[in-house]
T-cell receptor, first 108, second 113 residues
Framework: TQLLEQSPQFLSIQEGENLTVYCNSS?????LQWYRQEPGEGPVLLVT?????EVKKLKRLTFQFGDARKDSSLHITAAQPGDTGLYLC????????FGDGTTLTVKP | NAGVTQTPKFQVLKTGQSMTLQCAQD?????MSWYRQDPGMGLRLIHY???????DQGEVPNGYNVSRSTTEDFPLRLLSAAPSQTSVYFC????????????FGSGTRLTVV
């Protein structure tokens, strides 16, 4: 099973700040997905990245897939309280593996 | 569309009791999975299915059974509940996990005392 390491584990910032969270593996990803989970709910898919070096944007969220497909990052510009949640990455290969997530709190 | 429906939302069991967590989806998805989520941890795969009649074990299958008699339903059975099975359980379904990701239910919070 491919292990995914997410960092930081916890992040607390003020509204309007920028932030980046990371997902890393010692193995190559076939493709990778990012999810956001709000308290009391199941995770919701944000994006799938497939190609090394790929960059995808979703409003204020920018997702990057490393050239070697062993790491990925999620950058949020001008964070808002509505961005609060648990951000999870998932490897698409084999029996799907989720990282332990980054818990983001955006304070008004 | 109801999406993925899980019942019950909350359950308290005594050690040794058995129960079935229900999961139903109305999207005609072939892929279905059960995950458990513990504090400070991500989602760990218990069992999954790639279609009716086909199931396989995930990372943490011990103590759980599944069956997939129809495309819509994928129940998870706890055979003899243990305190270590206290967790939040999520069911998920997908048309194609690699391309479209999973749609998750809202979870069942299980406490075993």
């Amino acid at each position: 099973t491919q292990l995914l390491e997410q960092s930081p584990q916890f992040l607390s910032i003020q509204e309007g700040e920028n932030l980046t969270v990371y997902c890393n593996s010692s193995s190559v990803f076939s493709s990778l997905q990012w999810y956001r989970q709000e308290p009391g709910e199941g995770p919701v898919l944000l994006v799938t990245v497939v190609t090394g070096g790929e960059v995808k944007k979703l409003k204020r969220l920018t997702f990057q897939f490393g050239d070697a497909r062993k790491d990925s990052s999620l950058h949020i510009t001008a964070a808002q309280p509505g961005d609060t949640g648990l951000y999870l990455c998932r490897n698409n290969a084999g029996k799907s593996t989720f990282g332990d997530g980054t818990t983001l709190t955006v304070k008004p | 569309n109801a999406g993925v429906t899980q019942t019950p939302k909350f359950q308290v069991l005594k050690t040794g009791q058995s129960m079935t967590l229900q999961c139903a989806q109305d999207m005609n998805h072939e892929y279905m999975s059960w995950y458990r989520q513990d504090p400070g941890m991500g989602l760990r795969l218990i069992h999954y299915s790639v279609g009716a009649g086909i199931t396989d074990q995930g990372e943490v299958p011990n103590g759980y059974n599944v069956s997939r008699s129809t495309t819509e339903d994928f129940p998870l059975r706890l055979l003899s509940a243990a305190p270590s099975q206290t967790s939040v359980y999520f069911c998920a379904s997908s048309y194609s996990p690699a391309n479209y990701g999973y749609t998750f239910g809202s979870g069942t919070r299980l406490t075993v005392v």
